[in-house]
């Protein structure tokens, strides 16, 4: 059984950092790609950061660029996403999701598994 398990969310002030991770298990880290993506409340959920676990290739959504860094540990099955400089709006339920075929990255129904979601709150 594939499993997605998110932590290291919680409350931060503006400017502050937090750093998240997603524990995958149940299935070959291989040819995977792990996403992360939030969702506030009253909006629809976005895409932030993506990561390719064959060869290590990210990419940001606009939401991501600049503050966020998206790593992997594959010893680990683990995936990170590392917010720096956080705003209050940044404040969301952050989901981790992993999917095998990804083609526009940010997209959430590509993604075939997803995480229980962790909150993220930053105060002004």
């Known amino acids: 059984e594939v499993q997605l398990v998110e932590s290291g969310g919680g409350l931060v002030q503006a400017g502050g950092s937090l750093r998240l991770s997603c524990a995958a298990s149940?299935?070959?880290?291989?040819?995977?790609?792990i996403g992360w993506f939030r969702q506030a409340p009253g909006k629809e959920r976005e895409g932030v950061a993506c990561i390719s676990s064959s060869d290590g290739s990210t990419y940001y959504a606009d939401s991501g660029k600049g503050r966020f860094t998206i790593s992997s540990d594959n010893a680990k099955k683990t995936v990170y996403l590392q917010m720096n400089s956080l705003k209050p709006e940044d404040t969301a339920v952050y989901y981790c999701a992993g999917g095998w075929v990804v083609t526009t990255y940010f997209q959430p129904y590509e993604y075939e598994y997803w995480g229980q979601g962790t909150q993220v709150t930053v105060s002004s």
């Open positions: 149940g299935f070959t880290f291989d040819d995977f790609v």
